[in-house]
């Protein structure tokens, strides 16, 4: 999972002023893999990006690229090229210009950046553009152009700071999918940072999961999507719905005890840290299947029951609020179900994360356990 | 009463005041220049030109010297505000840099004569310090004076324009340039500089502009021949009550200083296309 180690950070730590930003991050990427850095805004992302790329001096720890310990280089000595979220093209240059300025800094001939900028712009379809000032380009070819610039000298690691995030969403689209192939068929090195889960997905080798400068959770995409590590991973990667229950653990099988929430049931531990106590159970509303009250589960997995409260249709199924014990959860169906109507969710077992509810003490219950025991944990 | 008249009526007294303390003694300036006894001729001009083309020479190298001067100190000082790594050096300079622009004229000729002199400050630190013997000290007091005290006190005005334009840009094409592997000399002139031109090209021409109209300076460093325009028109004006060839030498000034101001238009017009 963590590569063999290309591009490395031991223990890096950031701070501004007395924030810290960052906190002992440990990573390594490997050649040729694309990993993207996702979490919200003011997770420390981007912060990370610009300590690997050089603009940030990390105020801890180390990081290496190829074995050299590159922490103290400047941004130009570490192999890498950053493309901005901003684009930041220069508008007083073309596109040519614009492209071609890197390689002009290494001291190559004319003739030689005049080839490999016509190369660069037919590979990224900029060509015919080349003569072109940026503020006289669409959203989509800056892009391409800032993307070009960077590829243009050749770099090792090429590091990618939300660069899709000021494309309208349809281009955005098909540059996701472009940007990948391309980055296959360099064979680069790419570290993309993004808070889009959909676009991390789809394009990444490995997502890296940052929450309050520290990572969360790293693993393939189908891995942090179907086994979130924590109830922070599985809200960001779309299981927001929220449940509070209490279980039991019994070997390899947690038994949820039956409360406001629905009848309960049991699901198998399935190598999860999983204790007795009280529980967060999280599920995405596409993983829920509404039923009427009275059908009967065709597989293992976990009943609620509840009231449907309101009714959408945003394509492809319906979307329904549904209030279960006190909570509003959100669960889609084939057909749509009126409101005021009592329903079951059911929620398959393997889609159900279970998380022990960070105190440790189950959800208290009047008469069953007094208020002073749960304080301690 | 319609609301265009009294649109109108409102900036009556503005164009009121341009009118007539502008506009009419330009106008009465230029026809002055063309009167010679009572009717209209070149004579002024000949004038002008017989006794006063070195100084038209002078002026216009003086005040071009001290402009490029200026625009090389403002893109300096601007420059290491945006690129320099020392925070404590960043906030002295820009602590620092404006105070010249509080000085007037007037004062800046009297600091440079007591600075610049044979006996001044400048000559004395340096024969302090062993540097030079006071036999070798030279005045300073002539053409280098003037373009001293142009730059001394035009550069902060220049630099804050071109600060201020700097600091607004986007700091993301700085650290394009940085990640690409341009020295912060690279960054500062292909990088930076490109992008605030317009913006020193004003204040370049607003200087120039003001320079070509200072009359302080070149009296009370450099009195003597040959001199600039504003002192010869005092001159002409105070010694001898010849306005003829006073009006003909300020139509000179001005057309000197609108050739500049039509290089600033060709160059927006430019940009705009």
Redesign the interface.
Known sequence: MSGDGFLQLRGVASRYGQTRVLKDIDLSIGKGEFVALLGSSGCGKTTLLRVI?G?IEPSDGQVTVDGRDITRH????RG???V?????????MTVAQNIG??LK??GISREEITRRVLEMAAMLGLAGLEERKPANLSGGQRQRVALG?ALA?DPEILLLDEPLSNLDARIRLSVRHELRALQKRLGITAVHVTHDREEAMVMADRIVILDGGRIAQQGSPEEVYNRPASSFVAAFMGAENLLELDGVRDGEIFVLQPGAAGEGGSVPVAGRALESGAVEARFRPEAARLTDIDAAASQPGVRFFGEVMSVSYPGGHWRHAVKVGGREIMADADRAFTPGQPVAVFVPAETLFLFNTPSGAPVSRPGLLPEAVKIPA | MSRRLLGLFLVLPALAVIALLFILPLIMSAVGAFQVDGSFGWGNFTKTFDLYTKDIIFTVVIVSLSTALIGLASIAIGGYLTLGNNPVAVSILRFLYRWPMFIPFIVVGQLMRTFLSKNGMMNNTAVSLGLMTPLDTVSFLDWRGIVFAFVWKQTPFVALLVAGAMASLNRDTIEAARNLGASKLRVLFEIIVPQVAVTLTVGLILSFVTMMSVLSVPLMINAQTPTMLTADIAFRVNAYGDYGVANALGLISLVLASSVAWIYLRISLKERT
């Open positions: 790329a603009f400047q941004p130009d000595k890498m090229a950053l901005f979220q901003s684009y930041a093209l220069w508008p007083h300025y890197g800094l290494r610039r000298i």
